[in-house]
């Protein structure tokens, strides 16, 4: 079964502060991709990396990194120097690769609060 | 460019009735997906839709069913509503069928709320 675990519900950090949200997968596949969307409250979600399994380098953008360990079916993302327009619910999703099922399995989703 | 959009905004039913929601995708993506985010259940897959045929379907009773129209727009139909179908409903599309995995881009949204 394939399964996305987001173990943070709540974070809650001070402006400038860096932070990390877990991520850990479970599937069987040997190929499989990982993504990680942003929801803001207006609700729509917004695409920020998209991840194959062949590839464990570690990808920076910005004040934005992603660790991606295949030993231990992780892909943290760490936001450096955190915002308030960082705030929002921030979730995991694995998808196979090929895209012959098409859905992207999501995890519960981690609300992260920026304070000023 | 257009994003994905959907309509309506909001949507207010009471449990029994019928409601259709709808959802254009990007210009050129040929592929619509729906999930649901209720409250608590995160967000779930519903249906997957390309080139006008239903190619997945997530685990969901036979009441939420739709299509997708030759211009590649879908709408979701939920019939006799139950309290429980309350939630966001958010359409996404990415180009079709291939061998790569295409990320999915998504719209605001469809608040449903059954009465």
């Known amino acids: 079964a394939q399964k996305v675990t987001q173990a943070q519900t709540e974070i809650s950090v001070v402006e400038k502060e860096d932070v990390t949200l877990d991520c850990v997968y479970e599937t069987r596949d040997t190929t499989y991709y990982l993504f990680w969307y942003k929801q803001p409250p207006s609700g729509e979600l917004v695409f920020l990396i998209r991840r194959n399994s062949f590839d464990e380098q570690n990808e920076i953008s910005g004040r934005y990194s992603w660790n991606f360990q295949k030993s231990t079916s992780s892909f943290n993302f760490t936001i450096t120097a955190s915002q308030v327009v960082d705030s929002a619910v921030y979730f995991c999703a694995l998808a196979n690769y090929g895209g012959s099922q098409g859905n992207l399995i999501f995890g519960k989703g981690t609300k992260l609060s920026v304070k000023p | 460019e257009a994003g994905v959009t959907q309509s309506p905004t909001h949507l207010i039913k009471t449990r029994g009735q019928q409601a259709t929601l709808r959802c254009s995708p990007i210009s050129g993506h040929t592929s619509v997906y729906w999930y649901q985010q209720a409250l608590g259940l995160g967000l779930q897959f519903l249906l997957w839709?390309?080139?006008?045929?239903?190619?997945n379907r997530g685990n969901f009773p036979p009441r939420f069913s739709g299509r997708q129209f030759p211009n590649y727009s879908s709408e979701l139909n939920v019939n006799a509503l139950e309290l429980e179908d309350s939630a966001l409903y958010l359409c996404?599309?990415?180009?079709?069928?291939?061998?790569?995995?295409?990320?999915?881009?998504f719209g605001p949204g469809t608040r449903l709320t059954v009465l």
């Open positions: 839709y390309d080139e006008g045929e239903e190619r």
């Open positions: 996404a599309s990415s180009l079709g069928l291939a061998v790569n995995y295409n990320e999915q881009f």
